[in-house]
T-cell receptor
Framework: SAVISQKPSRDICQRGTSLTIQCQVD?????MFWYRQQPGQSLTLIAT?????????ESGFVIDKFPISRPNLTFSTLTVSNMSPEDSSIYLC??????????FGSGTRLTVV | GIQVEQSPPDLILQEGANSTLRCNFS?????LQWFHQNPWGQLINLFY???GTKQNGRLSATTVATERYSLLYISSSQTTDSGVYFC???????????FGKGTKLTVNP
């Protein structure tokens, strides 16, 4: 399985500010996925990030709020912009190398106050 | 889009007990995965099982694709089995996973 380093593991942020979350993978992968998990809820896909192209966002998520960068095949960032308390969630990145090999980062636990 | 329903939503067991978790999905899938999210939030892939049966130690899973359901069996449960178990599926050529709401398992000593 791939190994993913996700940072930061947790943060407490003031409303109106932005936080950038980083994911580093130990091998090259074509697609990286960003998920949000609101408190006590399931995982919801935010966007799919391909290297060299704009991310593809799911319904209900927009680039201005969640800009994503994918500068190479091993790294991606997700920024949560202009945060409000409703953005308090766990954010996870994920990669899929084959159908039997899905790996998740350890998550970023974000609290907005 | 496809719907994924998991049951039960919550399950409390004594250590050593067995359990069965269920995942129903509303359309044909080419990928079905079971994940365990531990109390610290880490998601671990348990099984890739779009059809058939697999076993890994005390865990086993069965998917009946024609009837659109999958079962996860946990035998001789341990406190370390506690957490949330998610079923996730994808369709067609997509690699995007759609997650169910999960089953929260608590195993008491």
């Amino acid at each position: 399985s791939a190994v993913i380093s996700q940072k930061p593991s947790r943060d407490i942020c003031q409303r109106g500010t932005s936080l950038t979350i980083q994911c580093q993978v130990d091998s090259q992968v074509t697609m990286m996925f960003w998920y949000r998990q609101q408190p006590g809820q399931s995982l919801t896909l935010i966007a799919t990030a391909n290297q060299g192209s704009e991310a593809t966002y799911e319904s209900g998520f927009v680039i201005d709020k969640f800009p994503i960068s994918r500068p190479n095949l091993t790294f991606s960032t997700l920024t949560v912009s202009n945060m409000s308390p409703e953005d308090s969630s766990i954010y996870l990145c994920s990669v899929e190398r084959t159908l039997i090999d899905y790996t998740f980062g350890s998550g970023t636990r974000l609290t907005v106050v | 889009g496809i719907q994924v329903e998991q049951s039960p939503p919550d399950l409390i067991l004594q250590e050593g007990a067995n359990s069965t978790l269920r995942c129903n999905f509303s359309d044909s899938v080419n990928n079905l995965q079971w994940f365990h999210q531990n109390p610290w939030g880490q998601l671990i892939n348990l099984f890739y099982i779009p059809s058939g049966t697999k076993q890994n130690g005390r865990l086993s899973a069965t998917t009946v694709a024609t009837e659109r359901y999958s079962l996860l069996y946990i035998s001789s449960s341990q406190t370390t089995d506690s957490g949330v178990y998610f079923c996730a599926v994808s369709q067609g050529g997509s690699e995007k996973l759609v997650f169910g709401k999960g089953t929260k398992l608590t195993v008491n000593p």
